[in-house]
């Protein structure tokens, strides 16, 4: 069966700091992924989508980056946080038909 | 473009009353629309989909949702609700397969609080 790790669960990091987060899918080939943002327990904004190895889509400009090293890996990352970035972060993958969730990380920028 | 709209952010039920969540969207086409649930400080779990056929779908722990293309409404419910059932919503709506990338958009979320 497939499924998708996601970590960790909760993350402080000072302003200015690095950030990566990781995601992995495992028991599916060339999954679309997804990272979305979701502000104050709330709506889910799309960050990033990739349909490939080294492919990724950017939906909204902002201090985030997204990579795909692998076809079931990918990361999200920051060189330099802003308190803004705080929020839950969750990675998802999907079929045609369906998307699947990881258990999301909170990350709060102090 | 493709839109959602949760138009109650909050739904108060009393435990064993029928609950409904409102859902309208947007989309070019024949859509594929999804229920999802979340837990506090938890991923989206996956409650269930309309894809084709029967305009009643049912889903995980006793949901059921009723596409109604007329009116671009796919409204969750629930014969009996259960304080369990307490937790955020979300509606998603994803346009039929183009060849590139599925992209879900998702409503606002409805926070529903079942009431014992």
């Known amino acids: 069966s497939q499924t998708i790790h996601q970590w960790p669960a909760t993350l402080v990091q000072p302003v200015g700091s690095p950030l990566s987060l990781e995601c992995t899918v495992e028991?599916?080939?060339?999954?679309?992924l997804y990272w979305y943002r979701q502000a104050a327990g709330r709506g889910l904004q799309l960050l990033f989508y990739?349909?490939?190895?080294?492919?990724i889509s950017s939906e909204v400009p902002q201090n985030l980056s997204a990579s795909r090293p692998q076809d079931r890996q990918f990361i999200l990352s920051s060189k330099k946080l802003l308190l803004s970035d705080s929020g839950f972060y969750l990675c998802a993958w999907s079929t045609n038909t369906e998307a699947f969730f990881g258990q999301g990380t909170r990350l709060t920028v102090v | 473009a493709q839109s959602v709209a949760q138009p109650e952010d909050q739904v108060n039920v009393a435990e064993g009353n029928p609950l409904t969540v409102k859902c309208t969207y947007s989309?070019?086409?024949?859509?594929?629309l999804f229920w999802y649930v979340q837990y506090p400080n938890r991923g989206l779990q996956f409650l269930l989909k309309y894809i084709t056929g029967d305009n009643l779908v049912k889903g995980s722990y006793g949901f059921e949702a009723e596409f109604n293309k007329s009116q671009t409404s796919f409204h969750l419910k629930k014969p009996s609700a259960l304080v369990s059932d307490s937790a955020l919503y979300f509606c998603a709506v994803s346009p039929p397969v183009s060849g590139s990338a599925r992209q879900l958009t998702f409503g606002s979320g409805t926070q529903l609080t079942v009431l014992p």
């Open positions: 990739s349909v490939g190895i080294g492919q």
């Open positions: 028991g599916t080939s060339n999954p679309n």
């Open positions: 989309v070019s086409g024949n859509p594929y």
